[in-house]
């Protein structure tokens, strides 16, 4: 079960952030099957760097941050400084990518390929500019140029997917970024696991498709045992 806590939070006010960090890593020892995903703001600086370097050693393996809530652009310096950073200490880096600020899909490409050594979540897959990440098989074929640190997430994109007329350019696309590169999240509250789960059952997957977005891609993405 992943846990999103505090991802919201505003720059300048670094106490705030490391009090619901630890309200989030509390609520996991408290239930051994929530994943506990932390957060900072990148504009606050080495502050920023401190808090990631704390709730890592307490054991937070994903850092949420979303470009458009937190308001601070994807391009900016401290961005990448802080999702090396996260690279450096084992961090997953899960970002908003429904494509709601403009050059988002880019913009998250261009960080992936600076941060090589720092694994990303890019969460909704583009939202209804998926087709942009179709670019990767092509992008794979440069020298230096893996791109085997991202994965997506196909919350709430899914739902307008699924038996729609584009369905099948969606699926193409998850095929082309790879099926073990893609999971399963809900995008809760806004939307319930009960309807992600409804919608993706819908998908024209195989059965061993599913079960990798399911959970077989995210166990090995956290290092999760099986139930």
């Known amino acids: 079960m992943w ?3 505090p991802h919201q939070a505003l720059a300048g006010d670094p106490a705030d952030i490391r009090s619901r960090n630890d309200g989030v890593i509390a609520l996991a ?25 704390r709730i890592a050693a307490r054991g937070v ?38 494509n709601i600020v403009a050059g988002d899909s880019e913009n ?3 960080l ?14 583009g939202g209804l500019n998926f087709r942009f990440w179709n670019i990767l098989p092509l992008a794979r074929t ?4 893996d791109m085997g640190n991202v994965y997506f997430d196909i919350s709430a994109t899914l739902l307008l997917m699924a038996d729609s007329p584009i369905e099948d350019e969606f699926l193409w696309t998850l095929r082309n970024v790879g099926i073990d590169h893609v999971i399963l999240g809900s995008d809760h509250p806004q939307i ?21 977005i399911r959970f077989g891609n995210a166990r090995r993405l ?6």
Request: proline share 4%; hydrophobic share 45%.
């Open 3 to 5: 846990f999103g806590g």
């Open 112 to 125: 992936a390929l600076r941060a090589q050594d720092t694994t990303f979540i890019f969460a909704h897959t």
């Open 142 to 145: 440069a020298d230096g140029i």
């Open 29 to 53: 020892a408290r239930h051994p099957e929530v994943v506990p995903i932390g957060t900072v703001h990148p504009y606050d600086g080495q502050a920023a760097l401190d808090e990631l370097e």
């Open 61 to 98: 393996k994903v850092l949420k941050l979303h470009a458009h809530t937190q308001r601070f652009d994807v391009a900016d310096p401290r961005v990448l400084a802080l999702v090396r950073k996260a690279g450096e200490l084992g961090v997953a880096v899960l970002m908003d990518n429904a």
């Open 192 to 212: 319930s696991l009960a309807m992600t789960l409804e919608a993706f059952d819908r998908l024209d997957l195989s059965d061993e498709e599913k079960a990798a």
């Open 222 to 227: 956290f290092g999760l045992d099986s139930p």
């Open 108 to 110: 998250l490409f261009n």
